[in-house]
């Protein structure tokens, strides 16, 4: 596609249920990051893909987020037993930028919210 | 690790003024400083950036200035108009070469017609 898709756009799960957040990003883009919007705050880093491997995963809050990313293309945000402090808006950006630092093009973002 | 704070948090102005907004970072390292617009509902967007090897950069009403010995970094916004109005995040790339941003809290401009 043209722009970096999200899916879903919007998800409401209950407390202590598993979800999945899907990324697509531009074609050829080797990076992907995951970031977290919470409301009225800024954009928390949680996970960053060079190809399939992730070198920086500093930002993951907790064992109960993991991120994968497979054939250098889609990746998944997993988030088990949901918290109410996990609602927000989680935006995936990919660049094609190597080494060097780059412009990030978002996604419209998943916005989550647990009940 | 990479600290970037960013003030003011939100910032009104009228219509042709001028507005600035202003972030500082923690990390001598860093080396790339980019600034990405969020209108609201919509997802963050590049406007402009700037890289350690030079002090000012300019893009028609926007301008961002460097002072790396002091560790902050500006964005200047010249005869604001509506649509300006949006919130802007400053970043930092830590350790002056990994790929991850980080990101300041965002400011939020207000243009009044």
């Known amino acids: 596609g043209a722009g970096v898709s999200q899916s879903p756009s919007n998800k409401v799960t209950e407390k202590g249920k598993d979800v999945e957040l899907r990324c697509d990003p531009i074609?050829?883009?080797?990076?992907l990051y995951w970031y977290r919007q919470s409301l009225g705050q800024g954009l928390e880093f949680l996970i960053y893909f060079q190809g399939n491997s992730a070198p920086d995963k500093s930002g993951l809050p907790s064992d109960r987020f993991s991120a994968e990313r497979t054939g250098g293309s889609v990746s998944t945000l997993t988030i088990q037993r949901t918290q109410q402090e996990d609602s927000a808006v989680y935006l995936c950006?990919?660049?094609?930028?190597?080494?060097?630092?780059?412009?990030?093009?978002f996604g419209e973002g998943s916005r989550l919210t647990v009940l | 690790g990479e600290n970037v704070e960013q003030h003011p948090s939100t910032l009104s102005v009228q219509e042709g003024d001028s507005a600035v907004i202003k972030c500082t970072y923690s990390?001598?390292?860093?080396?790339?400083f980019p600034w990405y617009k969020q209108e609201l509902g919509k997802r963050p967007q590049l406007i402009i950036d700037?890289?350690?090897?030079?002090g000012e950069k300019k893009d028609q009403r926007i301008a961002v200035t460097l002072n790396k010995t002091a560790k902050h970094f500006s964005l200047h916004i010249t005869e604001t108009q509506p649509e300006d109005s949006a919130v802007y995040f400053c970043?930092?790339?830590?350790?002056?070469?990994?790929?991850?941003?980080?990101f300041g809290k965002g400011m939020k401009l207000t243009v009044n017609p």
């Open positions: 700037i890289r350690s090897n030079v």
């Open positions: 970043a930092a790339n830590p350790q002056g070469g990994s790929e991850k941003l980080v």
């Open positions: 950006a990919s660049s094609s930028r190597g080494t060097n630092s780059g412009e990030l093009f």
């Open positions: 990390d001598s390292a860093s080396n790339y």
């Open positions: 074609s050829g883009h080797t990076a």
